[in-house]
């Protein structure tokens, strides 16, 4: 298997290394100079579509995070109500489903089992349709969605998921368009997104190059035993996301808050042992997060900030450390600022001499409930 794994120490890190290529494959003849192409949902996808008034969003791990990232997007942009839920409480209860709603199932394997029987319990409520958004073209999801959009990661060994994300994150950032554009966002908006996320893969290789600095930030967190993250916006999922791979793969406790709820508990918990993991994009919730950083700062907690180049940030102010990325724009921000947090967990790990490709306890896909 080192040959597999080539130059990579684990698959995790080569996986996390594929992923300019694997964003690239999901965006192949699905985006083009005139935006998103027809069909790209296969048969009846287009017809499916054009009856969706709201969106019910079902996953577990890893792809419920993606999901919550898609609920920022096609909200803002295509204005179409969007709900996200974990599968096993879904499945479970009596959900309201509002005429016009398009069930949709995020899954890497596509034979989670709460994912899967979800999807057959949507069957009788009431749904326009179904649709996968999936890695695997032969697996049961894929089999019994109406329409899908398949995310081109390939085969991920790992089970700590990072190239199945970005892939689904662009798989629904197409969603976003198409849906966008169907509900009449205007042309020069439009073309933006569709610009921002053909850089996507660009954009990515870009944040890769950081991993010197970034492991030299993971040898702070080999002795700590819980660390916070936190984001605003379509960055809280994206913390979410960061704070998961680390309890995952490092065995640390980390949990990942929306940075506007830090004054409503976990701020009692910052002292110097807490690391605090923030996101920082440019964008309109910049200040409010600066705001929400010093208050961490004056608790003498200690700041590892991943900023966008261009948001106005003061190094000093940080007491830390500040990372630089160019997140290639405020719609692609958050499937950039991911590849950070993934290669953070991962040396953090690594430094901790963990089993990375095969943590405990864990199982790559979940098939029994
Ligand atoms: C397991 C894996 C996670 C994954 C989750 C959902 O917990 O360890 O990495 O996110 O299942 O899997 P799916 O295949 O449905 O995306």
């Not at 950070?340 to 967990?345: E, R």
Request: charged share 25%; aromatic share 6%.
């Amino acid at each position: 298997d080192a040959v597999e794994r080539g130059e990579y120490r684990h698959y995790m890190q080569k996986e996390i290394f594929e992923q300019p290529r694997a964003v690239a494959d999901t965006l192949e003849a699905r985006i083009g100079p005139n935006g998103i192409l027809p069909n790209i949902f296969g048969a009846g996808g287009e017809e499916l579509l054009a009856k969706v008034k709201g969106i019910h969003i079902i996953a577990c791990g890893t792809s419920y995070h993606a999901g919550m990232v898609a609920k920022y997007w096609i909200e803002e942009y295509a204005r179409l109500p969007v709900s996200v839920e974990v599968a096993s409480e879904y499945r479970y209860r009596e959900a309201v489903v509002p005429e016009g709603t398009l069930f949709t199932a995020i899954s890497q394997s596509g034979e989670t089992a709460d994912t899967l029987a979800a999807m057959r319990e949507s069957r009788r409520r009431g749904y326009i349709g179904t649709l996968a958004i999936c890695n695997v073209p032969e697996s049961s999801v894929v089999r019994e969605a109406d329409v899908k959009l398949m995310t081109r990661a390939g085969p991920e060994i790992g089970v700590a998921s990072t190239k199945a994300f970005t892939t689904q994150l662009t798989a629904l950032a197409l969603l976003t368009l198409h849906l966008a554009k169907q509900q009449g966002l205007d042309s020069k908006r439009y073309n933006d997104l569709c610009s921002q996320l053909q850089h996507l893969p660009r954009a990515i290789e870009d944040a890769l190059k950081f991993e010197p600095e970034i492991v030299e930030l993971a040898g702070r967190f080999i002795l700590r035993h819980h660390a916070l993250f936190l984001g605003r916006g379509a960055h809280y999922p994206v913390a979410l996301e960061g704070s998961l791979k680390l309890k995952e793969i490092s065995y640390i406790h980390a949990e990942a808050y929306p940075a506007g709820e830090l004054k409503h508990g976990p701020l009692a918990l910052v002292d110097e042992d807490m690391p605090v993991v923030a996101v920082a994009p440019n964008g309109p919730l910049l200040d409010k997060l600066k705001s929400n950083l010093q208050e961490v700062r004056a608790r003498g907690g200690e700041l590892i900030v991943f900023a966008d180049t261009a948001a106005h940030i003061d190094g000093n102010a940080t007491r830390g450390s500040i990372l630089r990325i160019d997140a290639g724009g405020e719609f692609i921000a958050p499937a950039v600022f991911t590849v950070p947090l993934q290669l953070l967990a991962y040396h953090v790990a690594v430094l901790r001499g963990t089993d990375v490709d095969q943590p405990r306890n864990l199982a790559k896909s979940v098939t029994v409930e």
